[in-house]
Nanobody
Framework: QVQLVESGGGLVQAGGSLRLSCAAS????????IHWFRQAPGKEREFVAR???????????DSVKGRFSISRGNAKNMENTVYLQMNNLKPEDTAVYYC????????????WGQGTQVTVSS
């Protein structure tokens, strides 16, 4: 299984921006779809965004469309990194954000990261 490490979380005011990173340890993301999920206190984990590493297709939850952007690293030394650019953040975006790797062709998530906290103050 691919090992995942998230980074980039923090505290930001409403309307601000953050960029989260999800790095694979020991391999690239080729042949994986990489997802971002989030979980707020007292709520279930929910889907945020997804990118297919091979064809770079993307998908977003309605609640973040137009504000969040998922992308893959392009430079040679970033072939194992996926980014989640979050703009115009709202207090309701406060959650622990997790990246997850799903092998292409599988219906299941294979690996989860440890999560990174995002807190948006009003």
């Amino acid at each position: 299984q691919v090992q995942l490490v998230e980074s980039g979380g923090g505290l930001v005011q409403a309307g601000g921006s953050l960029r989260l990173s999800c790095a694979a340890s020991g391999r690239t993301f080729s042949n994986y779809a990489i997802h971002w999920f989030r979980q707020a206190p007292g709520k279930e984990r929910e889907f945020v965004a997804r990118i297919n590493w091979n064809d770079v297709s993307t998908d977003y939850a309605d609640s973040v469309k137009g504000r969040f952007s998922i992308s893959r690293g392009n430079a040679k030394n970033m072939e194992n990194t996926v980014y989640l650019q979050m703009n115009n953040l709202k207090p309701e975006d406060t959650a622990v954000y997790y990246c997850a790797a799903q092998p292409i062709g599988s219906t299941r998530i294979g690996s989860w990261g440890q999560g990174t906290q995002v807190t948006v103050s009003s």
